[in-house]
């Protein structure tokens, strides 16, 4: 698992973490992935006082998308994204036609083509961006959003074992 040292070391302090699988292992359609998180998040217990949440490339976009549901981000405190794609990513010069992109990579990577507008920082939740000037999958016009903290000489699909820099932005 991708997230198993980040897990190790939160278990080390304490904190539980939960992994929660969505959208056919990330390849579902961006906003189907959001309310599978959404429901996740819902159906938490209530004494689950704090919920944060830590989403790697498309990940973080689908956890922005699943606050945006009544009652999902009163729950939340934190969402850090590492490298990512809150404006989605432009992948057109390499990655078409784009029913090739469907069959081999999922929906979800047709979406993160399409986003559109500017993201909006949910009130009450801080929003940290790890991202790295190594990542060659999400640009930097992408990837920063809220409190930005930069790794240097990360790869995009190595973010995720940036678990001191993820501890450091949930105050842990």
Known sequence: MVFAPLGEALGSRGVDMAAVAHG???SARIDASAAE???????????????DIVGHSSGALVALRALAVPGVRERVGTLVGLGGAWRGTDHHGFLRPEWLVRLVFGESFVDLEHVAGEPALPEGVEVVSIVSDADSVVPEWSSTLGRVVTVSGVPHALLPGCT?????????
């Open 24 to 26: 056919a292992r990330g």
């Open 37 to 51: 998180l959404a429901c996740a998040i819902a159906a938490l217990p209530d004494e689950v006082d704090r919920v």
């Open 164 to 172: 001191d820099e993820v501890l450091d932005a949930l105050g842990l």
